[in-house]
């Protein structure tokens, strides 16, 4: 008889063992083998129970791990499958805007939100020309910086900031580099800060425009984007990312021109003689389109007099109709304007726009921020602090500024009988009397030496 310990092959006639021996052997391994599937059986059961059950229990960090964790039994059952529970706490999908889900929506360049530290190392101020533009008027913006390159004698150069409440495109950026060395920005105007704010009845303030344009006749009184621009213009563009770290601005117009040589470095100049606001033109508002902007302008006063300086050392008595005790309409065309940025961001200027913005009447009415911001200095600066540049020979739409100074003209090729500075629609020349006399009196004696009649 051969048995499972006797080797058939061997030699040996020790090899075989006693019968009681091998069946001792025998049901060792059989009990061995029948624990081993039940181990089997018993851990397959609790899986499996775990698995369907294990959706209930929650472990959040790695400190309550428990392997009854659904993704933990999913792990041991199927290896296909690996639990991201360790992640999706931490991290959250991201979320596309409509636009970037549809091919060919993606805007193609990002606008910038800063200038770099290494801007100003060649520069004395942080200072900065800038320019609302749009897309379209890259014809008019072109001829604004070539006029002021050529005008300048090392060109311009500091940064220029160009806003837009639209992407700027491709082409427009790259013509834009052609015609200037100084770096260039081009910033994305925030629509949160553009669009109607919560505060104003829609439907009212678009029959309102309408009415403006129709039996008032106002200058683009059903434009909707104008009055936003004239908005965004009195209160927040100095908020912008881009004017982060930027103490002076000269404010520039598409389609504006400069005929002067210009030697000196306008911002040093304003600067070293602490000037706030400066200035080539003055002009009257339409009443048509400010109705109610002095009423409230006298709340405010009344409300925070603390804030208001003593009018006697302010331009406010330019501005002050005394006859009639209201506003005489008389005020600084911004569309050229240097300007100290610590102006607008002061107590006194930040609560003052507030006031007038809560009231609705940049789209119920058409107030413009050349008013607004000329009250403000009448209201919050000393006269002193405001400068008229004689030297800057400027022209835009309907109004041209050409020195009356022989001297001056001989660095200009502007015409000097087109100056509107003695026109019957500007103020400048009762301003001059209340802040440069001298500069008055010399303009006086050139007209009556020249014989020029003010047109």
Same mark, same amino acid.
């Given at each position: 008889?051969?048995?499972?310990?006797?080797?058939?092959?061997?030699?040996?006639?020790?090899?075989?063992?006693?019968?009681?021996?091998?069946?001792?052997?025998?049901?060792?391994?059989?009990?061995?083998?029948?624990?081993?599937?039940?181990?089997?059986?018993?851990?397959?059961?609790?899986?499996?129970?775990?698995?369907?059950?294990?959706?209930?229990?929650?472990?959040?960090?790695?400190?309550?791990?428990?392997?009854?964790?659904?993704?933990?039994?999913?792990?041991?059952?199927?290896?296909?499958?690996?639990?991201?529970?360790?992640?999706?706490?931490?991290?959250?999908?991201?979320?596309?805007?409509?636009?970037?889900?549809?091919?060919?929506?993606?805007?193609?360049?990002?606008?910038?939100?800063?200038?770099?530290?290494?801007?100003?190392?060649?520069?004395?101020?942080?200072?900065?020309?800038?320019?609302?533009?749009?897309?379209?008027?890259?014809?008019?913006?072109?001829?604004?910086?070539?006029?002021?390159?050529?005008?300048?004698?090392?060109?311009?150069?500091?940064?220029?900031?160009?806003?837009?409440?639209?992407?700027?495109?491709?082409?427009?950026?790259?013509?834009?580099?052609?015609?200037?060395?100084?770096?260039?920005?081009?910033?994305?105007?925030?629509?949160?800060?553009?669009?109607?704010?919560?505060?104003?009845?829609?439907?009212?303030?678009?029959?309102?425009?309408?009415?403006?344009?129709?039996?008032?006749?106002?200058?683009?009184?059903?434009?909707?984007?104008?009055?936003?621009?004239?908005?965004?213009?009195?209160?927040?563009?100095?908020?912008?990312?881009?004017?982060?770290?930027?103490?002076?601005?000269?404010?520039?117009?598409?389609? $504006? !021109?400069? #005929?002067?040589?210009?030697? /000196?470095?306008?911002?040093? @100049?304003?600067?070293?003689?602490?000037? +706030?606001?400066? *200035?080539?033109?003055?002009?009257?508002?339409?009443?048509?389109?400010?109705?109610?902007?002095?009423?409230?302008?006298?709340?405010?006063?009344?409300?925070?007099?603390?804030?208001?300086?003593?009018?006697?050392?302010?331009?406010?008595?330019?501005?002050?109709?005394?006859?009639?005790?209201?506003?005489?309409?008389?005020?600084?065309?911004?569309?050229?304007?240097? $300007? !100290?940025? #610590?102006?607008?961001?002061? /107590?006194?200027?930040?609560? @003052?726009?507030?006031?007038?913005?809560? +009231?609705?009447? *940049?789209?119920?009415?058409?107030?413009?921020?050349?008013?607004?911001?000329?009250?403000?200095?009448?209201?919050?600066?000393?006269?002193?602090?405001?400068?008229?540049?004689?030297?800057?020979?400027?022209?835009?739409?309907?109004?041209?500024?050409?020195?009356?100074?022989?001297?001056?003209?001989?660095?200009?090729?502007?015409?000097?009988?087109?100056?509107?500075?003695?026109?019957?629609?500007?103020?400048?020349?009762?301003?001059?009397?209340?802040?440069?006399?001298?500069?008055?009196?010399?303009?006086?004696?050139?007209?009556?030496?020249?014989?020029?009649?003010?047109?």
């Amino acid at each position: 008889m051969v048995t499972l310990a006797d080797n058939p092959f061997s030699t040996d006639s020790t090899a075989t063992s006693s019968p009681s021996s091998i069946k001792l052997s025998y049901k060792r391994r059989r009990f061995w083998k029948a624990v081993l599937r039940l181990i089997i059986l018993s851990s397959a059961l609790i899986l499996c129970t775990f698995y369907f059950f294990g959706p209930k229990v929650e472990w959040k960090t790695i400190s309550d791990f428990n392997p009854k964790d659904v993704d933990f039994m999913r792990y041991i059952c199927n290896q296909e499958q690996i639990s991201d529970s360790f992640t999706q706490g931490s991290k959250k999908p991201s979320v596309l805007l409509e636009h970037q889900k549809i091919e060919g929506y993606q805007r193609l360049s990002q606008e910038d939100e800063t200038i770099p530290d290494e801007v100003w190392q060649d520069l004395p101020l942080k200072a900065a020309y800038y320019m609302i533009v749009r897309n379209e008027k890259l014809l008019e913006a072109k001829s604004v910086i070539k006029s002021m390159e050529d005008h300048m004698r090392n060109g311009t150069r500091y940064p220029w900031i160009l806003l837009n409440n639209n992407h700027f495109t491709t082409e427009f950026k790259k013509y834009i580099r052609k015609v200037t060395t100084a770096p260039v920005f081009f910033g994305r105007i925030d629509l949160e800060a553009w669009e109607y704010p919560y505060w104003i009845d829609i439907p009212r303030a678009e029959s309102l425009m309408f009415d403006q344009a129709t039996s008032k006749a106002v200058h683009k009184g059903a434009s909707l984007s104008y009055h936003q621009m004239l908005r965004y213009q009195s209160g927040f563009f100095f908020h912008h990312p881009l004017f982060r770290d930027i103490d002076y601005t000269w404010r520039v117009e598409p389609g $504006a !021109d400069y #005929s002067c040589q210009m030697d /000196e470095d306008m911002f040093v @100049y304003m600067k070293e003689n602490n000037k +706030t606001l400066g *200035f080539v033109l003055t002009m009257k508002e339409s009443l048509s389109t400010i109705p109610t902007l002095w009423t409230h302008v006298n709340q405010f006063k009344e409300l925070f007099p603390e804030l208001v300086l003593p009018a006697t050392d302010t331009i406010y008595p330019w501005i002050h109709d005394k006859d009639k005790n209201t506003y005489n309409q008389c005020h600084l065309w911004t569309n050229f304007q240097i $300007a !100290d940025l #610590s102006f607008f961001r002061s /107590e006194a200027y930040q609560k @003052y726009f507030r006031y007038l913005d809560n +009231t609705g009447n *940049f789209f119920y009415e058409r107030w413009s921020d050349a008013p607004v911001q000329t009250i403000a200095a009448a209201l919050f600066l000393k006269k002193e602090q405001i400068h008229f540049f004689n030297n800057i020979g400027y022209s835009h739409s309907v109004a041209n500024h050409c020195p009356y100074n022989k001297e001056l003209l001989q660095k200009c090729s502007c015409d000097v009988n087109s100056n509107f500075d003695f026109h019957r629609g500007s103020c400048t020349r009762s301003l001059l009397e209340l802040i440069e006399p001298e500069i008055l009196k010399e303009m006086d004696e050139f007209v009556l030496g020249k014989e020029i009649r003010a047109p």
